[in-house]
C-alpha cells in the first residue's frame, strides 16, 4: 500500500493573480503568498485482488473501466501514469474538502500524482506490478498479489 501526505495552503494575498485570465492581462504578472500547513490531504494506492477499480473519497465508486471513474482528477492522474485498472485509491484529508480555500483539488492532485508515480517500474510476471504497483510498495503484511 502507498501513502501520499500532501499538506494544504492557505493563501494571504493575491488569490486569483495566478490565473491566466488575470496574469496575462497584468503587465507585472500575477503573485499569490501563501503557505503550508500543518492540516493534510492523504492518498492510499492498493492494488485489489481483481481487474475493477475501487475510488473512495466522498464517494465510492467501483468501475470496471477507467473512463467509468467519475471523480476527474483521480481518472485523469491514473491516464496519467498508466495505471488503467486493479487498484483501489482512497482520499482523506484533515480538513472539509469543499469551500475552505485551502488548496484541497491541488493538494489531491499532487498526492495522487505522487502516490500513482511511486508505484515503481513494472515486471510482467509480477501480478502487482501488472497492475502499476511494484513490490517494494506493497503492504508486506499482506499476500503476495
Not at 467501483?62 to 476527474?72: A, M
Not at 511511486?118 to 503476495?144: F, H, I, K, V
Request: aromatic share 6%; glycine share 8%; charged share 20%.
Amino acid at each position: 500500500m502507498l501513502i501520499s501526505r500532501t499538506p494544504v495552503r492557505a493563501s494571504f494575498c493575491g488569490g486569483g493573480t495566478d490565473l491566466a485570465v488575470f496574469y496575462e492581462q497584468s503587465p507585472h504578472g500575477g503573485a499569490v503568498t501563501s503557505m503550508a500547513m500543518a492540516r493534510y490531504l492523504y492518498v492510499t494506492v492498493n492494488p485489489r485482488f481483481d481487474e475493477q477499480i475501487r475510488v473512495s473519497y466522498s464517494k465510492m465508486e467501483l468501475v470496471d473501466s477507467l473512463d467509468n471513474v467519475q471523480h476527474d482528477l483521480v481518472r485523469e492522474a491514473m491516464k496519467s501514469t498508466g495505471v488503467t485498472h486493479g487498484v483501489e485509491i482512497t482520499t482523506i484529508a484533515d480538513i472539509p474538502s469543499r469551500g475552505t480555500g485551502l488548496g484541497s483539488s491541488s493538494a489531491d492532485t499532487v498526492g495522487l500524482l505522487n502516490a500513482l508515480h511511486s508505484r515503481g517500474s513494472t515486471n510482467e510476471s509480477n501480478p502487482a506490478s501488472r497492475r502499476g504497483l511494484s513490490n517494494r510498495n506493497r503492504n508486506t503484511c499482506a499476500t503476495d498479489w
